[in-house]
C-alpha cells in the first residue's frame, strides 16, 4: 500500500497542520512516511501545499508528482492541483468554498469543511480536522489491506502527541477529527 496525499489550501487554513497530523498518524502505525510542506512568501492569505507520503514499504522520494489523494481547502488549490491528480484519485473539496458545479472526478466528495467545523466543533479553524477525517473514513472504505489503513484511533494520538504542550486544543481536534469521520457515509 502507498499512498501519496497533498493536502492544499490558503496559508492559515491549517494545510502544514493537517500534513502532520496525517504524516504523525501513521508513525502510530509504524508505517514508512514523508513530509514535504510548501508555502509562499506571504504568510496569512498565500498558498501552502503540503505532501505526505505513507508507505509500508521504504519510500523513494518525498514528492508526489500524481498524487492518488487530494484534499482541496479552496478553489484555488483545486484548479491548480487537480490536473495533477491520478485520474481515479480521490479528492475531498471543501464545498463550503468550491462550487460542487466543478467538473471532477467521480470519487470527488465534496464537504462544506467549514460549516461543520464552524456548527458542530464552534470552531472554523478545525475545517482541516474535519477533512483530515473525512479522509480517514474514506480511505478505510477504499482500501481491501485494512492493516495499511490509517485509523481514527491512531490520529486521536496523534493529536495528543502534537497538541501536548496545548492540551486545550486536543479535545477540540479530536472532535473535528470525528466530525469528518462521521460525515462520509
Not at 501519496?4 to 509504524?30: D, F, H, K, P, R
Not at 498565500?46 to 505513507?54: C, D, L, Q, V
Request: charged residues 20%; contains cysteine.
Amino acid at each position: 500500500m502507498k499512498n501519496e496525499i497533498i493536502i492544499a489550501g490558503s496559508c492559515g487554513q491549517g494545510v502544514l497542520l493537517a500534513g502532520v497530523i496525517i504524516t504523525q498518524t501513521a508513525i502510530e502505525q509504524n508505517l514508512h512516511t514523508t513530509w514535504f510542506p510548501s508555502y509562499g512568501a506571504e504568510v496569512r492569505g498565500g498558498t501552502a501545499n503540503s505532501t505526505t507520503i505513507i508507505s509500508n514499504e521504504e519510500i523513494g522520494s518525498p514528492i508526489a508528482s500524481n498524487p492518488d489523494v487530494l484534499v482541496v481547502l479552496n478553489e484555488l488549490s483545486l484548479n491548480k492541483f487537480m490536473p495533477t491528480a491520478k485520474e481515479d484519485a480521490v479528492i475531498i473539496a471543501n464545498s463550503s468554498l468550491i462550487s460542487s458545479n466543478i467538473q471532477c472526478n467521480p470519487k470527488t466528495y465534496f464537504v462544506a469543511l467549514n460549516d461543520i467545523a464552524d456548527l458542530e466543533i464552534k470552531n472554523i479553524k478545525s475545517a482541516n480536522m474535519v477533512a483530515i477525517g473525512a479522509l480517514l473514513k474514506i480511505l478505510e472504505k477504499k482500501h481491501q489491506d485494512k492493516t495499511c489503513v490509517l485509523t481514527l484511533e491512531n490520529a486521536f494520538k496523534a493529536c495528543r502527541k502534537i497538541f501536548s504542550q496545548k492540551s486545550n486544543l486536543i479535545e477540540s481536534n479530536r472532535k473535528a477529527l470525528q466530525a469528518g469521520y462521521n460525515f462520509i457515509v
